[in-house]
């Protein structure tokens, strides 16, 4: 870019505050993502949550990651859960994404079982990736959980994707 050039704004430019809080989050909601119901053994039985801020870490040695919530009242059970599984959600399970979404205890009428770690397990995914901790990092107003695969598990089908709020598919116009 030479000197004289200048980035033009975007129509919709701003700055992250208090202000535009719905706005850069629905900024955010433009980036299109997988969903993930990440899955632990808790003081309360198996519980469960839905994330699309799962990511590839490393490849060796093999790690991932995902960021629950602070706010989340699932929050201390999954930053304290020494094991737990990320599935990757094909686009038929929208709504056992919904259901973990509400509700963390969701597993009625879904398939799963525990491993003998004692983390349920979800079948029917895309991927899925039992974990160990391997860290947890302070991030705002959520926290990085850093988990080394253990085990991996995956099949072919259609992915469900997020974006701008909704739940997709490849499939939809």
């Given at each position: 870019m030479s000197s004289d050039m200048h980035p033009l704004p975007m129509?919709?430019?701003?700055?992250?505050?208090?202000?535009?809080?719905?706005a850069y989050r629905d900024a955010l909601g433009r980036f299109v993502t997988g969903i993930a119901v990440i899955t632990c053994d808790s003081d309360n039985g198996p519980l469960g949550i839905t994330a699309n801020s799962f990511s590839s870490v490393s490849l060796d040695p093999p790690?991932?990651?995902?960021?629950?919530?602070?706010?989340?009242?699932?929050?201390?059970?999954?930053v304290n859960a020494r094991n737990f599984a990320i599935h990757i959600m094909s686009a038929d399970q929208a709504q056992i994404c919904g259901g973990f979404a509400h509700d963390?205890?969701?597993?009625?009428?879904?398939?799963?079982?525990?491993?003998?770690?004692g983390v349920p397990?979800?079948?029917?995914?895309?991927?899925?990736f039992e974990c160990t901790q391997f860290a947890v990092h302070d991030a705002g107003d959520?926290?990085?959980?850093?988990?080394?695969?253990?085990?991996?598990?995956?099949?072919?089908?259609?992915?469900?994707?997020?974006y701008s709020g909704k739940y997709r598919s490849f499939n939809e116009n």
């Open positions: 129509p919709d430019s701003f700055e992250p505050n208090d202000d535009t809080k719905r790690l991932v990651l995902w960021s629950p919530a602070k706010a989340s009242k699932r929050y201390e059970a999954f963390g205890h969701a597993f009625d009428g879904y398939n799963w079982h525990a491993c003998p770690q397990l979800i079948a029917h995914c895309l991927s899925r959520h926290s990085i959980i850093v988990g080394r695969v253990i085990r991996v598990s995956t099949q072919d089908a259609d992915p469900l994707m997020f």
